[in-house]
Structures are given as structure tokens and as C-alpha cells.
């Protein structure tokens, strides 16, 4: 009885296992599948960049654009530029930093401070 038991329990034991090894084999030869569809989708976008690159190369050409330029010089009216029309850097305002915020808030806290002190009889 206990001997039969046993060789059932193993029976059992050994279709589930056999399952799940034919489940993981399908479930991988999925996955191998769908990461060489998405190799190939790279190597497809990739040929896509590198001729979207080679076209942007092209069409901005500096001899092309000056060319497009003087063609069309009357209605754009386009000037070469001058080192005038650059700004210096010290010009441009800038953020303040943690550290300048943090001091403006400490003067802000004494002046407060400060003032309320002044009121109290």
C-alpha cells in the first residue's frame, strides 16, 4: 500500500516537473523570439538615425546655406554676424544660488526680528 502510494506520488511528481520544464522551454524559445524582434527593430532604427544624420550633414552644408542665403538674400535679408551682437556673459542674469537664497533669508529673519524686538514694551 505504502509502496504504491510512493510510486504514484513520484508519477505525479515527475509529470509536474516534466510540465513545468515544457512550460519554461516554450516560455524561453518566446523570449529568444521577441528579443530578436527587437535586435532586428534596433538595427532598423539605428539605419533610420544614421541616414536622418548623413541628411541633416547634407542639407546644412555652409556652402549649401550660403547659397540658399544669396538666393534669397532680397526677402530675408540676411546679414553675416558681428561680434556686437554677442552678449558677454556677465550680462545675462543668472538664478541665485542656494547660498544667496539662504543669505537673503537669514537677513530677511533678522530684520524681522530686529523690528519685532523694537515693539514690545
Known amino acids: 500500500m505504502m509502496r504504491g502510494f ?3 506520488l513520484g508519477t505525479i511528481a515527475v509529470i509536474g516537473l516534466g510540465y513545468w520544464a515544457y512550460h519554461q522551454n516554450i516560455q524561453t524559445k518566446a523570449t529568444i523570439q521577441e528579443v530578436d524582434r527587437i535586435q532586428r527593430q534596433i538595427g532598423a532604427e539605428r539605419e533610420r538615425l544614421e541616414m536622418l544624420q548623413d541628411e541633416w550633414a547634407y542639407l546644412t552644408r555652409p556652402d ?3 547659397a540658399l542665403a544669396d538666393l534669397d538674400f532680397q526677402r530675408l535679408q540676411l546679414m553675416p ?3 556686437s551682437q554677442f552678449a558677454d556673459l556677465d550680462d545675462i542674469a543668472m538664478p541665485p544660488t ?3 537664497i539662504a543669505a537673503r533669508e537669514a537677513v530677511i529673519l533678522l530684520q524681522d526680528s530686529a ?3 523694537g ?3
Do not use: N
Open 64 to 66: 549649401r546655406l550660403r
Open 81 to 83: 554676424m558681428q561680434p
Open 115 to 117: 523690528s519685532g524686538a
Open 98 to 100: 542656494a547660498d544667496e
Open 6 to 8: 510512493a510510486t504514484t
Open 119 to 121: 515693539l514690545r514694551p
